[in-house]
């Protein structure tokens, strides 16, 4: 069974840190480009970020994270990461991942960026 399982969320204060992790199991992690994503209170679902699947492991941002976020992977541990610094209010949303294809996703995880 293909499963992601989102963590790391919670509140935190503008400026503040925090880093989700996505737990994947019954598929070949190592295979995939996976990507983080989220949903603003009343928006869309919005693409934040992608890491493939090459030695170089290459990444990509939407610009409004570019500088502050970082995606990463461990393929030992089928796990995928998202460290989030200098975090603003704007950033509140529930955050999910997925792999390419976008045909799994997870519970998400809530992230709520307030004073």
């Known amino acids: 069974q293909v499963q992601l399982v989102e963590s790391g969320g919670g509140l935190v204060q503008p400026g503040g840190s925090l880093r989700l992790t996505c737990a994947a199991s019954?598929?070949?992690?190592?295979?995939?480009?996976m990507k983080w994503y989220r949903r603003a209170p009343g928006k869309e679902r919005d693409w934040v970020a992608s890491?493939?699947?090459?030695?170089?492991?290459?990444?990509i941002y939407t610009d409004s994270v570019k500088g502050r976020f970082t995606i990463s992977r461990d393929n030992a541990k089928n796990t995928l990461y998202l460290q989030m610094n200098s975090l603003k209010p704007e950033d509140t949303a529930l955050y999910y991942c997925?792999?390419?294809?976008?045909?799994?996703w997870g519970q998400g995880t809530q992230v709520t960026v307030s004073s």
């Open positions: 997925t792999r390419a294809g976008n045909d799994v």
């Open positions: 890491i493939f699947t090459t030695a170089d492991t290459p990444t």
């Open positions: 019954g598929f070949t992690f190592s295979d995939y480009v």
